[in-house]
């Protein structure tokens, strides 16, 4: 596909989803009974090898090609003082990103993914959301197809993530206009402002709900009205790898509340979607609650640049290693037999 034309198309493809593959993730299961362990002593690990299993469609699942998509928008909010940082600060981590100094660079590195970091007309912030809708629809749906572009086919998993000063104030006002509560449920201190910002980030969330009041019955007008070309991307992104099978590993409350119209507009869309983690932003586990997403890791993490999902891709990775190297009870040499209780009090 080489772009959405309208309103319209988007949301019939968001509608028109693919179902995962079943008998993969049964054979995982399958499999992880005969392994040398206690029937689910692997927990979670467990859990998201099928989950892998399920949306590629076949058993064992790989991560040979994995990826990590950097989306980069700057956003006209900031002229209202929400951000602790200029917004030229997007550009000149951008840079660094290209440089490989972030710690994006590192972690994607330690995690065996490639990194690719595409920025979104840095030169053309979004309108001012409590003045005008931050994105027109040509402008959003022309975000939309880039991130849906910029998914490889051929990946067996994607990290999404994002960079924007600015973005967690537009991402708390899409958690408003989706779940209710305004700013002051949804807004937290992003990149560090004080009181007084934090005050000014509520105020300004709020006046935007009453701005686009007509716009909240609309997933997707709510993601142009309050959102920015990096959100609307990595929302195109996730509906590619569902469109091509591949499962998709969100960062933090940005990346979550850019995918969160997806959600309204299907509740399954983001089944094959995992949270890598929660992050220490105020009202990202409440938004992960919203959308029934269980995080892998709570490190405390609010970097954001897809650092959290980086991180959680080297669970995935651990967990496929022991699904794939660990021998069979048979292999082994190894009873699965639990021992009779009289037997295990002889043997005490």
Known sequence: MTGFANYAELRAACLDLPGGHPAASAAVAQ????????PQ??????????????????????????????????????????????????????????????????????????LRVIPLELDRPTADFTAAPALDEAEFLAAVSAGHAAVSPEADVICLGEMGIGNTTAAAAIAAALFGGGGARWAGRGTGVDDDGLARKRDAIDRAIDRHAAALHDPLAIAAAFGGRELAAILGATLAARQNNIPVLLDGFVSTAAVAPLYKLRRDTLAHAAAGHVSAEAGHRMLL???????????????????GAAVALLILRAALACHTGMATFAEAGVSDKPAEEGTEKAAG
């Open 31 to 38: 499999r992880e009974a005969t392994l040398t362990k206690p």
């Open 41 to 114: 002593s692997l927990g979670r690990l467990e859990d998201v090898v099928a989950w892998l299993a399920h949306w590629q469609g076949r058993a064992p699942p790989r991560l040979a090609t994995a990826e990590v998509l950097v989306f980069a928008g700057n956003h006209g909010v900031t002229a209202r003082g929400v951000s602790a940082y200029p917004a030229e600060v997007t550009v000149q981590m951008v840079a660094n990103f290209a440089a490989g100094g972030a710690a994006i660079n590192q972690l994607a590195r330690t995690a065996g993914a490639t």
């Open 289 to 307: 609650d919203e959308l029934g997403l269980v995080p892998l890791l709570d490190l405390h993490m609010r970097l954001g640049e897809a650092s």
